[in-house]
């Protein structure tokens, strides 16, 4: 029965290429290095779905944020769990990005032909950043708060257009309402939007190109 | 030892693959689905008393309304609401208490004293002096409240 309904999709969508292509291709002999891509795509998706399941309580303004977030973490429940997942994986996510860039470095895989997906990777890691500067000021206690303070006085350092970088991230030149918002949306929309984007390009090119192999000393 | 050789390395790896990711997957779903359902699953906080003011004030056989101030804790929020309750006697003695929400579909009720029965203006509903349906959509009589009166006050139990 599943295999007559797998068969029947098959004809239409000719989904075993496509799994074929993504599961069975071929790699060179490589190491267990080479899995810290896929680490960082799995917790990566723990990100999207504890994500997902935090905006069902939490609520992004000042009268709320704080109080929203200390009801997940301590009324609802597995709260603490679904919380501490995002906490703990946001941490993990920036730690497994930079792993994996650094293998890349050391074994050159960023030459030619995958100087593309090595500029989508720099894209990932920089959004990476953006996701944990904006998701740091959500929980809106004092940590946060400071933090974004200085974090965006030090954005104001750029010489000539730095005030106006700050007011921008700000939304305005005081830490506000304003500013918790905006930090939500692009939290939840901006970023999530632009990561799938490069994420799929990232993948499409690594399973067209293929990987590298560990470099050769007679190479 | 025939179904150990059909087991080969590779189709050894490819179920063990696949029970990792069922476990995995169910690791999510299972706290997902509780995290999700767990507030709707909470009953209402534990019941207490309510005073609703003086016995003196019900009139023989008419129903009449009390209001009372109650602290409700929704999610993260504590709210002020209003418990509006109808007292009845025919003695002045034993008290029925009535909640004002329509059996039907939530609206309120009113005591409409010249027509001696209640009216649900929504969908045309009305209950007679006991609070039982006289005619209209509603399933069943109004909600009562356990009531006492103690040293000429009416209490509700609610919450």
């Known amino acids: 029965m599943a295999s007559r309904l797998a068969n029947w999709l098959d004809e239409r969508l000719a989904w075993r290429q496509v799994w074929d292509a993504i599961f069975l291709r071929k790699v060179p002999k490589i190491n267990w290095l080479f899995t810290l891509g896929s680490a960082t795509l799995f917790v990566g998706v723990n990100q999207a779905v504890t994500g997902i399941l935090l905006t069902l309580y939490y609520v992004p303004t000042p009268d709320h944020a704080y109080n929203s977030v200390q009801y997940i973490t301590t009324e609802v429940t597995a709260g603490w769990l679904i919380r501490g997942l995002h906490h703990w994986g946001a941490s993990a996510l920036v730690v497994l990005t930079v792993l994996h860039m650094l293998r890349v470095i050391f074994h050159g895989a960023y030459k030619y032909p995958r100087e593309v997906t090595w500029w989508t990777g720099v894209g990932l890691l920089l959004i990476v950043i953006g996701f944990g500067f904006t998701g740091y000021l959500l929980p809106w206690d004092q940590k946060a708060y400071w933090a974004t303070t200085v974090g965006t006085r030090i954005a104001e350092v750029t010489p000539v257009i730095g005030n106006w970088i700050l007011r921008i991230m700000r939304g305005g030149e005081e830490l506000s309402a304003v500013t918790l918002a905006r930090f939500f949306g692009v939290h939840i929309w901006v970023l999530p939007a632009t990561v799938l984007l490069l994420v799929g390009a990232h993948l499409y090119l690594i399973i067209h190109i293929g990987i590298s192999a560990v470099p050769k000393r007679e190479e | ?159």
Not at chain 2, 76 to 84: D, G, K, P, Y
Not at chain 2, 100 to 126: E, K, M, Y
Request: hydrophobic content about 40%.
């Open chain 2, 1 to 159: 030892m025939e179904e150990s050789q059909d087991i080969n390395r590779r189709s050894f790896m490819s179920i063990a693959t696949w029970a990792i990711g069922a476990l995995i997957s169910a690791a999510f779903a299972i706290p997902g689905v509780a995290y999700i359902i767990g507030p709707a699953l909470r009953g209402r906080e534990a019941q207490e008393w309510i005073r609703l003011g003086s016995t003196s004030k019900v009139e023989l056989n008419v129903p009449t309304l009390f209001k009372a101030r109650i602290q409700r804790k929704t999610g993260w929020i504590v709210n002020e609401e209003e418990l509006a309750v109808y007292v009845r006697t025919d003695n002045g003695r034993d008290f029925v208490a009535m909640s004002n929400i329509c059996t039907h579909l939530g609206c309120r009720v009113r005591w409409i004293s010249d027509q001696d029965h209640f009216f649900c203006p929504c969908h045309n509903a009305v209950f007679d002096t006991e609070g039982n349906v006289a005619s209209g959509p509603p399933p069943r009589a109004l909600d009562r409240f356990e009531v006492k009166a103690e040293d000429g006050q009416l209490y509700v139990l609610g919450g």
